[in-house]
């Protein structure tokens, strides 16, 4: 229970920084992505893993509603908490899954900084930012979740 009140208490802490903390990590292409990249756009992070029965339970929801918002503002960005060792066994979850938008992967999985800037303590974990890279919503709803989560994007668009 201490655990769960300490990260809802992090979490309130996260919401209200003036910005979502910058990140950069590497695409399935090994590019380097920012959040700055995404400037001007309304985001929706996924923080998933490949070994995430719940993360992987999400996806046809998630697609169904990022073909909704193909032709917004909305850009998607999964980021897998995959260890580096698992690159490659993430590389095939995307493309076995065909995985939509942008997809990126931890430089450090659990130790990353990333991790630790968006006190991710569990997944999947869904995360809205605004056009001005400011946070919508630090623990938004599924997908799954019925009209949810449309509802949020649809206010913001």
Known sequence: IGYFYRSKQELKQLAMLENAPEFTLKDIDDNSVSLSDFKGKLVLIDVWATWCKPCIQEIPDLKALLLDYEESNL??????????????????????????GTQLIMD?????????????????????????????????????????LRILIDEHL
């Open 108 to 148: 450090k999985g659990w130790q990353s900084t990333f991790k630790s800037d968006y006190v991710v303590s569990s997944v999947p974990r869904f995360i809205l930012i605004d056009e001005e890279g400011k946070f919508i919503d630090v623990d938004a709803p599924r997908p799954s979740e019925g009209n949810k």
């Open 75 to 100: 850009r998607f960005v999964g980021i897998s908490i995959d260890q580096q060792e698992d690159i490659e066994l993430w590389k095939e979850k995307v493309d076995a899954e065909q995985l939509p």
